[in-house]
C-alpha cells in the first residue's frame, strides 16, 4: 500500500474442507487443506501481505471471522463451500463488511449436481475462481494484491 501499511488478506475455508486430501479424492484431488495454507503462506510473503486463515465448519464462525476482518483487512478471499448455496448471513456479512473479495471453488462447480450452480455469495464478492484445484486459491491471492496495490495508488 501506498501509505506503507502492510495488506491484510483474510483466507477463509468452510466447512469439510478441513478432510481435503482424504475426501472425495476424484472431486477435490489429494492435496491437504495444510499444504494449500503453506502455499497461500509462502506466496502472501512474496507480496509481502499479512495473512490470517481460519478454517470452521460453524457458519457463525466464519461470520464472526469476516466481521473481525473490518478492523485488520483489507481483502477476503473465501471457500464457503457448501454455504456458497445456503448461507444467507454468510453472503450478508461479505456485504455488510464491504471488503472486496474473491471466492475461490477446488471444483468446477458449474460442471456439477444442479444445486451446486447457484452461489448465494458470488452477488457480493468481487469475482470467482471455480475449477482449477488448489492454484485457485493463489490466483485469488495474486488477483487480490494486484486490485488492491493498484486501487491504493
Known amino acids: ?46 507480496h509481502g501481505v499479512r495473512m ?24 477476503i478471499i473465501i471457500n464457503p463451500a457448501a454455504y456458497t448455496h445456503t448461507s444467507v448471513a454468510l453472503r450478508d456479512a461479505l456485504a455488510a463488511v464491504g471488503l472486496p473479495a474473491v471466492e475461490v471453488h477446488l471444483s468446477n462447480v458449474h460442471a456439477r449436481e444442479p444445486f451446486r450452480h447457484r ?9 470467482q475462481i471455480v475449477g482449477f484445484g488448489p492454484l485457485g486459491y493463489l490466483l485469488a491471492l495474486d488477483a487480490l494484491v494486484d486490485r488492491l496495490t493498484k486501487h491504493a495508488t
Do not use: C, F
Open 1 to 46: 500500500m501506498s501509505d506503507g501499511r502492510k495488506l491484510g488478506i483474510l483466507v477463509l475455508h468452510g466447512p469439510n474442507l478441513n478432510l481435503l486430501g482424504t475426501r472425495e479424492v476424484a472431486v477435490y484431488g489429494h492435496t491437504r487443506l495444510e499444504e494449500i495454507n503453506r502455499a497461500l503462506e509462502a506466496r502472501a510473503e512474496a
Open 119 to 127: 452461489s448465494l455469495t458470488a452477488p457480493v464478492v468481487w469475482g
Open 52 to 75: 490470517e486463515i481460519v478454517q470452521s465448519n460453524h457458519e457463525g464462525e466464519l461470520i464472526d471471522a469476516i466481521h473481525r476482518a473490518r478492523d485488520w483487512a483489507h481483502g
